[in-house]
């Protein structure tokens, strides 16, 4: 199947309909049967609440929660009209008092499911009051077993195990960061799932500058697709990405049979010899003074 990963520029709309046009063109663009976006790319939608709502942390949450019902049926139509499956863009759902951190995953035939970011970075914790929502989803579908981990999720090797071991081939980690060191953070566990569970890994980053939204002022990162060095992917472990901080797809053709035959025949086994690292402990504890 063909993979698209976008780095997704921060953009001002004055109506929806600006959105939907953006949308639709990059959809049209990917050509591909799976496409994947950002950690709260949907959060550009702050700007249909003019600048006083969009510069504010709380109300630009609201704002874009309230365009869900459309965000959806958008995301629905084109999903259909391509006959591919896309991972829209993360961003807040008030299923309770405070927000959650929501990407729902779209298919030809209608919602496959969403998932839910599971641990909150410091800003989402202590700025932005966006609570995590603990349970973590695999999802069947017509391309092979998804998991997401949004962003700061992929980092957290006990994470991505979780959904290898219940089937997870492709894992898709949509990520916002606004330094270098934050991306490669993300980039690093990416990577770093793809290597232990033996699966592929795609990054969707956020890119560019966006100087009139506080929560997404300055967005660093390369889209990539990653699978794991062990004979059956590339050496670097790199499948595809795209250049630093700049804005596109990145597409990827990858045969998901290859995560069996390298959990099966690959040249380490990770994936097979992880329950001999759950049983590790510290034999001798050693002072030096």
Known sequence: MKIAAAAYPIDWFDSFAEYEAKLSAWVADA?????????????????????????????????????WPQVQALHLQLAARY???ILGASGPVFDGARPVNRAVLYGPQGIIGHQDKQIMTRFER???DV???????????????????????GEFPLLGRVLAQAGAELLLVPSCTDTVAGFNRVRIGAMARALESQCVVVQAPTVGICDWMPALDENRGRAAVYGPPDGFWPETGIIAEGDMD???????DVDL???ADSRRNGAVLPFAHWPESE???????ETIS
């Open 246 to 252: 700049r804005p596109g797809w990145v597409v990827a």
């Open 279 to 285: 049983g590790a402990r510290l034999t001798q504890a």
């Open 131 to 153: 609570t995590g929502n603990p349970g973590l989803r695999v999802f069947d579908t017509a391309l092979g077993r998804i998991g997401i981990l949004i962003c700061y999720d």
């Open 31 to 67: 050509g591909a049967d799976l496409l994947v976006f950002p950690e709260y790319g949907a959060m550009e939608l702050a700007s249909l609440g003019g600048r006083d709502a969009a510069g504010d942390l709380e109300a630009s949450l609201h704002e874009v929660a309230r365009h």
């Open 257 to 259: 049979s290859r995560v």
């Open 126 to 128: 202590e700025d932005w």
């Open 83 to 85: 006959g591919c499956h």
